[in-house]
């Protein structure tokens, strides 16, 4: 029991006088005694109270429960009814106002603390819950993107500036409309959408005059209440501007594709051009090693990444001298040796370039064999990137099916024997399977 100040309003002087007598005794503060109606919104203002005694009969034009709807709703001011009415008709007019308490002439002391007490509990609770609300509602209302709260009748009860904005739809106009008629978008609706997948998603959004706006959103039930289906929230925002830049991104990217394309292709016919002996050797190295790639199903990064580097993986036979390289007969061991300094060299000429794909290790490592044999670091099995196992592979296939200046072409059935036998010990057995695979099975030609 606290300090509480309680208003009485009783228009009979002598129940008025026994109800403050009532009410002090019981521990509460009076803040004044009135009749009429009309006189309870000036005391209030003069000394607010936490409760109301209000007789519902009461002299003048306003009797308790007209004045009762004032209070709660604009004074946050709750009433306790006490009258020797209880006709059902009164009854039910007092319940629309959703007092906080219903006292029958006569009642005890005890009778009326509990009412009081449990009135002024109700009232706080209730002031708590609707400053929530008004805290909550004041977020939704700021937060960046479009909110729409349906009932579970999938009719609108909660409508955001942002999805006014949006949309096109006035707060007024969407509140009560069903979601379809207010959300309307292209193909499938947004809750089928959610009901085929509750993920974040995309769609296009119809405004009210017919614009298209594509945005992403996210569906959320809200709690079901005894066992009946709840509403839903949904969460939506203009993905516009994000889908234009997506847009010049990828255009940004095409272009600078198209220009590194262009530029390994520059590269490659440098090289060939100086060492016409082996004229399409890298175009014909990438076309096979792109091929095993696509069977060990690799990424389209990663393919597209080993198809660049085995364009270019001879670009260091340019340090090797002219004679050299175009020489008829069999290499010397010093000359041999100046030839085994190419995957360093091209790896010092590309090691700067910032591609999207290891293509200067790739490039070093063309030579390494998986018993750590090759050049020029000498790797061992996964020591060795597996574009460059695959460039490996690829590279003596075509090595060996060609002519060279100092030999005739041992044909593709040899090479084919080399990778088969040396398998594990030279050459990745998975990179071997997919190239004899697709060779076999008719699915490549260097032609």
């Known amino acids: 029991m606290g300090q509480a100040k309680i208003l009485v309003v009783e228009d009979e002087n002598l129940v008025a006088r026994d109800l403050v007598n009532m009410v002090r005794t019981l521990g509460y503060e009076v803040t004044d005694i009135v009749q009429t109606g009309e006189a309870v919104l000036p005391s209030i203002s003069q000394n607010p109270p936490d409760l109301a005694l209000m007789d519902i009969v009461l002299k003048g034009n306003l009797d308790g429960i007209a004045v009762a709807s004032v209070l709660w ?55 708590l819950l609707k400053e929530k609300e008004q805290w909550l509602s004041t977020i939704l209302k700021s937060i960046g993107d479009g909110i729409i709260v349906t009932d579970s009748e999938g009719r609108v009860s909660f409508f955001n500036p942002i999805a006014q904005k949006l949309i096109g739809w006035s707060e007024s106009e969407a509140i009560a409309q069903p979601l379809e008629k207010v959300f309307k978008s292209k193909g499938i609706s947004p809750l089928e959408a959610h009901s085929k997948s509750p993920e974040l998603q995309e769609m296009i959004l119809f405004s009210k005059h017919g614009q298209e706006i594509p945005v992403e959103l996210i569906i959320t039930p809200l709690p079901e209440a005894k066992g009946q289906e709840g509403g839903k929230v949904i969460v939506f925002r203009d993905v516009t501007a994000r889908k234009k830049a ?168 040899k090479a084919l024997d080399e990778i088969n036998s040396n398998q594990g010990v030279l050459y990745d057995p998975e990179v071997v399977k997919a190239c004899l695979k697709i060779i076999s099975n008719n699915k490549f030609s260097f032609d």
């Open 73 to 127: 709703e604009e004074y946050s001011i709750p009433v306790v009814y006490i009258t020797s009415f209880a006709d059902d008709l009164t009854f039910e007019r007092a319940k629309l106002t959703e007092p906080f308490g219903y006292l029958i002439k006569p009642f005890e002391e005890r009778e009326l603390e509990l009412t009081i007490e449990t009135a002024l509990y109700k009232a706080k609770m209730q002031l």
């Open 246 to 413: 997506e847009k010049e991104i990828q255009e940004s990217w095409a272009r600078l594709h198209r220009t590194l394309e262009g530029t390994i292709q520059a590269i490659s016919t440098t090289i060939e051009m100086r060492d016409p002996y082996t004229a399409g050797h890298q175009r014909r190295v990438a076309k096979l090693a792109e091929a095993i790639a696509r069977e060990l199903q690799l990424s389209a990064s990663q393919v597209e990444g080993i198809k660049f580097a085995a364009e270019i993986h001879d670009i260091g036979k340019i340090y090797v001298p002219a004679e050299i390289l175009s020489k008829p007969t069999k290499l010397t061991d010093l000359e041999y040796t100046i030839i085994k300094t190419h995957p360093q060299a091209g790896y010092e000429i590309l090691k700067n370039i910032e591609f999207p794909w290891p293509i200067a290790q790739i490039v070093l490592q063309h030579h390494e064999r998986m018993n750590g044999s090759g050049y020029p670091n000498g790797l061992k099995g996964d020591k060795i990137l597996l574009e460059a196992r695959i460039l490996a592979v690829a590279d003596v296939v075509e090595a060996m099916s060609s002519h060279r200046p100092y030999r005739p072409s041992f044909g593709l059935d």
